[in-house]
């Protein structure tokens, strides 16, 4: 069977599994690379390729986290509070931010923080939520609902700050019209805001919040200083930008493919915020490592490449959720992904997972899922 332009490879591999014999390729190199992953790689090396993809997946899972981890501490808890008791260790899974911009009233000028709603948890049995009250000509936040402090009854957490690119100012009530946002945001008078901090403990079911506060912000500063560093190292080390600074394609706003270069989003790397791209290039960087380690071990080099592909694509992955377009899906208390539709759409508030957990999204459940992938696929060979 001869597929020539046979894409991500489903007509192939239905055609491996009735013990054809196979022929496919494609004009598109990522099309290649998947047919190598799907069709070759597994039917030419079988179980050892699971086991080395596995045991390299770890690897540069635990490089990375001697490198970033410090930049996702564990939360200990200082004295009793609504979840915890004084000295328990709780594991950061994501960290909620709202992007914020100033108030245009004259007599007014306070940070909006732009939320669609409000809701962290949105469940049958579970209800819980940030309530935003004003403190001078501060907004500020609180943990509210099931297990924390009881929910206002006059508060609905489904109406957030803006709606359609329009804004209001929880101040002073004014509202900002949606050109006027966008022109915020293409004159860099924009910013965001890191509003609160979702945690899991091993032994305890279900997600736990907080409200950001200092200390957080102050080790997203300090990614941030790191990636200054680690962008420079790794542009001598590879001879390219490290950071993807290719220009997003415009699509005109009405058709809502790629709509965020109108606030001021003019590069792939425009899509990431700094924590995320330390992240990013740091585990690409541990692939690319990891490829030299396995050669120098005497691994046959292109079985080599056919790990680190894996690998590559599982740095794919977890840039899927590792975004700022990923929302905080509140009926699931998870990570959503990029694609929540087919279309790459502003998302005013947005969650900025961990990826050296082991939960859905990161490093660690990525390698997994490609894992069970590849076992999937690599079952033609024997029914063959």
């Excluded at 008791?85 to 004259?106: D, F, H, L, M």
């Excluded at 804004?167 to 509003?195: H, I, N, P, Y």
């Excluded at 961990?354 to 590849?374: D, K």
């Amino acid at each position: 069977m001869l597929d020539p332009f046979a894409g991500g490879g489903a007509i192939p591999l239905e055609a491996l599994r009735l013990g054809c014999d196979v022929y496919a390729s494609d004009y598109n190199p990522v099309a290649v690379l998947i047919l190598k992953a799907v069709l070759e790689y597994p039917q030419k090396y079988g179980e050892k390729l699971v086991e080395d993809v596995r045991k390299w997946g770890e690897w540069v899972l635990e490089e990375a986290k001697k490198e970033i981890g410090r930049f996702y501490p564990n939360d200990v808890v200082e004295q009793k509070g609504y979840f915890g008791k004084s000295g328990e260790e709780y594991i950061p899974v994501g960290y909620i931010w709202a992007r914020t911009i100033p108030c245009q009233n004259p007599s007014c000028g306070a940070e909006i923080p732009l939320m669609r709603q409000f809701w962290l948890a949105k469940k049958s049995n579970k209800k819980v939520a940030l309530y935003t009250y004003v403190d001078g000509e501060e907004v500020k936040f609180k943990v509210v609902g099931d297990g924390y402090e009881p929910m206002p009854e006059d508060f609905d957490p489904s109406k957030g700050t803006v709606k359609g690119a329009i804004a209001t100012c929880l101040v002073c009530g004014s509202t900002v019209d949606a050109k006027t946002t966008r022109k915020l945001f293409q004159e860099g008078k924009a910013g965001e805001r890191m509003v609160a901090v979702v945690l899991h403990h091993p032994k305890k079911k279900g997600k736990f919040y907080r409200v950001a506060n200092e200390k957080d912000i102050e080790v997203f500063r300090q990614a941030e200083e790191y990636l200054a560093e680690k962008v420079e190292e790794l542009r001598k080390k590879w001879g390219i930008e490290p950071i993807p600074d290719e220009p997003l394609r415009r699509v005109p706003i009405t058709f809502g493919v790629i709509n965020v270069w109108v606030y001021g989003m003019n590069t792939w790397g425009d899509l990431f915020n700094s924590r995320q791209k330390l992240a990013l290039i740091t585990f690409v960087d541990k692939v690319r490592e990891a490829y030299r380690r396995m050669v120098e071990e005497g691994y046959e080099e292109e079985y080599a490449r056919g790990v680190v592909t894996y690998l590559g694509l599982a740095v794919d992955k977890i840039a899927d959720y590792c975004n700022t377009i990923c929302q905080w899906r509140n009926n699931l208390e998870t990570v959503g992904h990029i694609f929540a539709r087919q279309a790459i759409q502003m998302m005013w508030d947005y969650v900025e997972g961990n990826p050296v957990t082991g939960a859905s999204g990161t490093w660690r459940g990525s390698v997994e899922w490609i894992l069970r992938s590849i076992s999937f696929t690599k079952i033609f060979s024997i029914m063959m």
